[in-house]
């Protein structure tokens, strides 16, 4: 497929199927990884297979070429005839199937690009189930739209074939589904509403976008950095950087501090298309505002109205913040020869470099720093610790099933992505858990403590407001909001001039 990358890797006879990598195009991850752990590959060639070709198997009739004991949810390693049971015993959403087998909790592939769709359409109409927009697509409208979106489908013909039952496709399902088919076929969800009235759509469909998806941290963290270059030495839009949707732009996306973020800025560009009258900065913002606010931490007093850079001419120089190459964004260790990018030698005079020349205080550093009670490091990003990507370079926290689960804010289940190593232990909870005796004392070994978070209770400057946090979450957010809402609106131009607020 165009933009995507296949790599699959067989024993030397070819006959057994041992592994591979799939980019873009994830639809055959579940039924390749069912294929990997058979003795053979059914007959077929490694030309075949890479090709596209599938080992016809029994999965009766429900089009997912799975049988009963091939998972359908590999984070959690629930087989197909699990989940056919849960939906028989009444699980008719793909919610109530998380709830009953922990299926989609985990990356979520199974549903947005894997079987569960089919397998749910399938046993639904077997069972003469009713559900959702029609007998074809048993779905909610929000669910069938997310998954065209995530499979790139545009008409009604490619959702019942990709996702649906075939069998029960009706002359009146169209009209059923009524706007999704206008808008996968590409117009815009906002159309027809004012700036303003975009702006409360958009921030309703963030909600639920985050609620499905757990990815809180990824989207303060894309927001935080478009922001964060922030120089108020300089005057220049663009020059002085601030939140102005910049980052979506290389060099600044390929900044080594911005490791992983493309994935972010791939997530909004949906809400871009469907919210044409709201700009990438504001977009990126609203995120990150509707993330921690998701996660359980403060409503901050977003305006909006942002200006956005228009091409790469406008992302700061990223050796302009006397930094090395991170336009000023923060290091969160030394590099190899005990010097941070800006020169500083021990942490405490780095953060007070890089927070100072945006016009914060100590009690600002503290209190931004403490966002770091939601989220994780990982070795593909930061390489400050050696957990990665995926459930099997994961910590005890941050496997799809963690010892401390739940880890969300509302006591759901559901980690996103596995791996990766966490500051804290409900790392998809805003609260003031990274400020405790647990975290910072570093005797559990599974929880992530660098010298830009050490820093935070050793130097005096600093300790003052990290020991008032520990103590009193309520100041936390009364602070973290305040020292947000700053970050959000230094260097961004609002047009208005006063912005916009909801």
Same mark, same amino acid.
């Given at each position: /497929?165009?933009?995507?990358?296949?790599?699959?890797?067989?024993?030397?006879?070819?006959?057994?199927?041992?592994?591979?990598?799939?980019?873009?195009?994830?639809?055959?991850?579940?039924?390749?990884?069912?294929?990997?752990?058979?003795?053979?590959?059914?007959?077929?060639?490694?030309?075949?297979?890479m090709a596209g070709q599938m080992p016809k198997v029994d999965d009766g009739g429900d089009g997912t070429n799975l049988g009963d004991d091939d998972h359908v949810c590999n984070c959690?390693?629930?087989?197909?005839?699990?989940?056919?049971?849960?939906?028989?015993?009444?699980? *008719?959403?793909?919610?109530?199937?998380?709830? &009953?087998?922990?299926?989609?909790?985990?990356?979520?592939?199974?549903?947005?690009?894997?079987?569960?769709?089919?397998?749910?359409?399938?046993?639904?109409?077997?069972?003469?189930?009713?559900?959702?927009?029609?007998?074809?697509?048993?779905?909610? *409208? !929000?669910?069938?739209?997310?998954?065209?979106?995530?499979?790139?489908?545009?008409?009604?013909?490619?959702?019942?074939?990709?996702?649906?039952?075939?069998?029960a496709a009706a002359d009146g399902d169209k009209t059923a589904l009524g706007s999704v088919l206008d808008r996968i076929g590409g117009k815009p969800k906002g159309e027809g509403l004012?700036?303003?009235?975009?702006?409360?759509?958009?921030?309703?469909?963030?909600?639920?976008?985050?609620?499905?998806?757990? &990815?809180?941290?990824?989207?303060?963290?894309?927001?935080?950095?478009?922001?964060?270059?922030?120089?108020?030495?300089?005057?220049?839009?663009?020059?002085?950087?601030?939140?102005?949707?910049?980052?979506?732009?290389?060099?600044?996306?390929?900044?080594?501090?911005?490791?992983?973020?493309?994935?972010?800025?791939?997530?909004?560009?949906?809400?871009?298309?469907?919210?044409?009258?709201?700009?990438?900065?504001?977009?990126?913002?609203?995120?990150? /505002?509707?993330?921690?606010?998701?996660?359980?931490?403060?409503?901050?007093?977003?305006?909006?109205?942002?200006?956005?850079?228009?091409?790469? !001419?406008?992302?700061?120089?990223?050796?302009?913040?006397?930094? =090395?190459?991170?336009?000023?964004?923060?290091? /969160?260790?030394?590099?190899?020869?005990?010097?941070?990018? &800006?020169?500083?030698?021990? =942490?405490?005079?780095?953060?007070?470099?890089?927070?100072?020349?945006?016009?914060?205080?100590?009690?600002?550093?503290?209190?931004?720093?403490?966002?770091?009670?939601?989220?994780? =490091?990982?070795?593909?990003?930061?390489?400050?610790?050696?957990?990665?990507?995926?459930?099997?370079?994961?910590?005890?926290?941050?496997?799809?099933?963690?010892?401390? &689960?739940?880890?969300?804010?509302?006591?759901?289940?559901?980690?996103?992505?596995?791996?990766?190593?966490?500051?804290?232990?409900?790392?998809?909870?805003?609260?003031?858990?990274?400020?405790?005796?647990?975290?910072?004392?570093?005797?559990?070994?599974?929880?992530?403590?660098?010298?830009?978070?050490?820093?935070?209770?050793?130097?005096?400057?600093?300790?003052?407001?990290?020991?008032?946090?520990?103590?009193?979450?309520?100041?936390?957010?009364?602070?973290?909001?305040?020292?947000?809402?700053?970050?959000?609106?230094?260097?961004?131009?609002?047009?208005?001039?006063?912005?916009?607020?909801?």
């Amino acid at each position: /497929a165009a933009g995507g990358y296949k790599k699959l890797v067989f024993t030397p006879d070819g006959t057994k199927l041992l592994g591979g990598i799939l980019v873009g195009d994830i639809s055959a991850f579940a039924p390749l990884t069912a294929v990997s752990k058979r003795p053979d590959i059914g007959g077929l060639s490694p030309d075949e297979l890479m090709a596209g070709q599938m080992p016809k198997v029994d999965d009766g009739g429900d089009g997912t070429n799975l049988g009963d004991d091939d998972h359908v949810c590999n984070c959690h390693s629930v087989p197909k005839k699990v989940i056919r049971e849960a939906i028989m015993k009444g699980a *008719h959403t793909f919610e109530e199937i998380k709830k &009953c087998t922990k299926a989609g909790t985990g990356c979520g592939t199974c549903i947005r690009t894997g079987p569960q769709p089919k397998l749910l359409a399938h046993t639904l109409n077997q069972k003469g189930v009713e559900a959702g927009a029609c007998k074809a697509l048993p779905f909610a *409208h !929000d669910d069938i739209e997310d998954l065209a979106k995530a499979r790139q489908l545009k008409s009604y013909e490619e959702l019942v074939t990709h996702l649906g039952y075939p069998a029960a496709a009706a002359d009146g399902d169209k009209t059923a589904l009524g706007s999704v088919l206008d808008r996968i076929g590409g117009k815009p969800k906002g159309e027809g509403l004012d700036h303003v009235a975009q702006l409360k759509a958009l921030k309703d469909d963030l909600w639920k976008f985050v609620d499905k998806m757990n &990815c809180n941290p990824i989207l303060v963290r894309l927001a935080w950095h478009d922001a964060g270059t922030y120089d108020k030495s300089k005057t220049a839009f663009g020059e002085r950087g601030g939140a102005n949707g910049s980052i979506r732009f290389s060099p600044e996306i390929s900044m080594g501090a911005n490791n992983g973020l493309d994935k972010a800025v791939k997530y909004m560009e949906p809400f871009k298309a469907d919210y044409p009258l709201v700009s990438y900065a504001d977009l990126y913002q609203m995120a990150a /505002a509707v993330s921690i606010e998701h996660a359980g931490g403060p409503k901050i007093d977003m305006k909006y109205g942002r200006k956005d850079a228009t091409g790469p !001419d406008q992302c700061p120089d990223p050796k302009s913040r006397g930094t =090395a190459g991170n336009a000023g964004l923060p290091d /969160a260790e030394p590099g190899p020869e005990g010097a941070f990018g &800006c020169g500083a030698t021990d =942490a405490a005079t780095h953060l007070r470099n890089i927070f100072y020349r945006m016009g914060f205080d100590d009690k600002g550093i503290v209190a931004l720093s403490g966002a770091h009670t939601i989220g994780r =490091a990982f070795k593909e990003r930061s390489g400050t610790v050696k957990e990665g990507y995926g459930e099997s370079s994961g910590c005890p926290y941050t496997v799809s099933m963690p010892k401390s &689960c739940p880890i969300r804010n509302d006591g759901g289940y559901g980690v996103g992505m596995p791996g990766g190593k966490s500051w804290t232990t409900k790392w998809l909870k805003f609260d003031n858990e990274y400020f405790q005796p647990a975290v910072y004392e570093e005797k559990d070994k599974d929880l992530l403590w660098l010298s830009s978070d050490r820093c935070l209770h050793q130097d005096e400057g600093f300790k003052q407001y990290f020991m008032l946090y520990k103590d009193d979450q309520s100041a936390f957010f009364r602070d973290f909001a305040e020292a947000y809402k700053q970050l959000s609106e230094q260097g961004a131009q609002f047009e208005p001039e006063a912005g916009v607020t909801l």
